[in-house]
């Protein structure tokens, strides 16, 4: 008895907490309450977001979230790559120091680039002591892409550094013996043995990067208005639900798509996401 | 013997960029100033007034209290459910495997504004009680993924072993399989509790009536400017993680080497250690 239903309450929950909402969200996107009363289907939402000004927003959070992916990669990658192949005492320690900085709160972790980014913030000072004019840091849009890169990058190294882990040594002394030089063994053995952890390093990255709204409100200081922004805008002040709905109702399917179609590529490589 | 130094300045580097934010943070709370522009001196004037700040103790106090009721009941939902997906048949297993996913890929906006819209769908007032049931409803999944294992590696046989011994199901549970289980437990249990303390989004889209989080308050500090008692407090949080990290692992390593369990070897291959 126990073994047949010790899955029911957490399905039942699931099905009041998950489906269920998702499921109103699809409903206020389509439909909106009548003046008479009741609702009346209402595709508006929907056809606003069409308008260039909208479209722009999403381009924008597209472009952003790969740019912030691709620089955690280019960051991340060698990192990983270092760590797979320090002493083991040193590695446990440094992966801490990885993990570790994600216990603080993230917004105050990125509310404190503030003080080091601002007009009369540390970098400026220090480059005001060299002569510098202070530079403009500070909301624009590289700011917003630190604070992305500077919050997702342990994302995309803890998977790889994952995968780097789990390649046999022997592969790579086997290649060794047959006269193969780093650059080869690089080429042909680690990285495609470590895409799967690759592929899960972006979609871990990228996504809460094109869905958020707290980086670029705080290190945007409102100039720059990401998808999340406009959500968020929609269900706190402007309280138009049939349009935030629509948003997110296309926010969701995006990401979904773009999930199974790595999914796919991630399962043909015969690798094992993180999860 | 350069590339080694060239590793170790990257690792600098990029732990340099990760600590940047908290080392400032942590300055700033000792400072005598309000400003985080300038340094006026040492002072424990922000942690006297922390104590005294009666709307961040409440809202420590929510997150807190948020944090242990959800993950406990994340907790014990998870683990049944995972008994249970454990014993499905292949595809209702992998449907339910799939559902679990959804708020673990959906971006925490989505998560949020899909309860809020269910929430005011069923008129039930936003307040703590509403925050608890996101909490729990986003912390199962990470509960399940980190059981499920642990039921995976159970002898195939052991239930069965222990009821031909004259255990009944329930008995068999609590004396067999959940010793077994326990560390998925625990792991699932912290996993939990730290997104549950660090939550933004959700917390802030499914609350309301003056019931705020840490995470709230920051948000909403921001654009005023935060109170350095908050870096205060951060700074303690900080630290007692610190402080509970070392332990924990300390502990760990004692356990190993009492048992006799050592780590596995590490072989460098030769070449590929400097590569």
């Known amino acids: 008895m126990l073994r047949r239903f010790s899955a029911s309450p957490y399905l039942l929950w699931t099905v009041l907490f998950i489906l269920v909402p998702v499921f109103m969200v699809l409903f206020y996107s389509l439909f909106s309450p009548a003046p008479g009363g009741g609702y009346a289907l209402d595709l508006e939402g929907y056809r606003k977001f069409a308008d260039p000004l909208y479209l722009e927003v999403l381009w924008r959070s597209i472009v952003i979230a790969l740019k912030s992916t691709l620089l955690c990669l280019l960051v991340g990658y060698p990192l990983a790559l270092i760590l797979s192949r320090i002493e083991p005492r040193y590695q446990k320690i440094l992966v801490m120091l990885i993990i570790l900085p994600m216990w603080m709160n993230f917004l105050l972790r990125t509310y404190a680039w503030i003080p080091i980014l601002g007009r009369n913030g540390l970098i400026n000072s220090l480059l005001g002591s060299l002569g510098v004019a202070p530079l403009n840091l500070l909301f624009n849009e590289n700011a917003v892409l630190l604070g992305m890169v500077y919050n997702f990058l342990p994302f995309m190294v803890l998977p790889i550094y994952t995968v780097l882990m789990k390649i046999d040594r022997q592969l790579i002394e086997a290649a060794e013996d047959l006269g193969a030089d780093r650059l080869v063994i690089f080429r042909r053995i680690v990285f495609p043995l470590s895409i799967p952890g690759l592929i899960s390093g972006i979609m871990m990255v990228f996504m809460p990067a094109v869905s958020t709204f707290v980086i670029s409100d705080l290190l945007g200081g409102s100039q720059i208005t990401l998808i999340g922004n406009l959500i968020k805008d929609q269900f706190q002040t402007v309280y138009d639900w049939n349009f935030g709905s629509a948003i997110s109702i296309i926010l969701m399917v995006m990401i979904l798509l773009s999930m199974s179609i790595l999914n796919r590529y991630d399962e043909r490589e015969g690798g094992t996401s993180m999860w | ?275």
């Open chain 2, 1 to 275: 013997m350069v590339s080694k130094q060239i590793k170790r300045l990257y690792v600098f580097l990029v732990l340099l960029f990760l600590y940047a934010p908290i080392l400032v943070l942590i300055v700033f709370s000792f400072n005598a100033s309000k400003s985080t522009a300038n340094w006026a001196g040492f002072s424990l004037q922000w942690y006297v007034e922390l104590f005294h700040d009666r709307q961040i103790m409440k809202a420590l106090y929510y997150t807190l209290s948020v944090a242990l009721i959800a993950s406990a009941v994340a907790t014990v939902i998870g683990t049944f459910a995972a008994y249970g997906i454990t014993n499905m048949r292949a595809w209702p297993k992998r449907a339910v495997l799939a559902l679990n996913n959804i708020p673990i890929l959906n971006p925490d906006i989505v998560t949020g504004i899909a309860l809020l819209a269910m929430f005011t769908f069923i008129n039930m007032p936003l307040g703590f009680m509403t925050m608890l049931l996101a909490h729990i409803t986003f912390a199962i999944p990470f509960v399940i993924l980190s059981v499920l294992p642990k039921f995976r590696q159970l002898p195939q046989d052991i239930l069965e072993a222990a009821m031909d011994l004259g255990a009944t199901p329930g008995y068999a549970f609590f004396k067999v399989i959940l010793p077994e289980i326990m560390p998925g437990i625990v792991t699932g249990f912290l996993i939990a509790f730290t997104l549950s303390v660090d939550d933004f989004v959700i917390s802030f889209f499914t609350t309301g009536g003056g019931v705020t989080n840490l995470s709230i308050e920051i948000y909403s500090m921001a654009r005023r400017g935060i109170k350095p008692t908050i870096n205060a407090l951060s700074t303690l949080m900080f630290v007692s993680v610190l402080t509970m990290m070392l332990i924990i692992n300390l502990r760990m390593n004692k356990d190993s080497t009492r048992k006799g369990e050592s780590e596995t070897p590490y072989l460098p291959a030769p070449g590929a250690g400097s590569g």
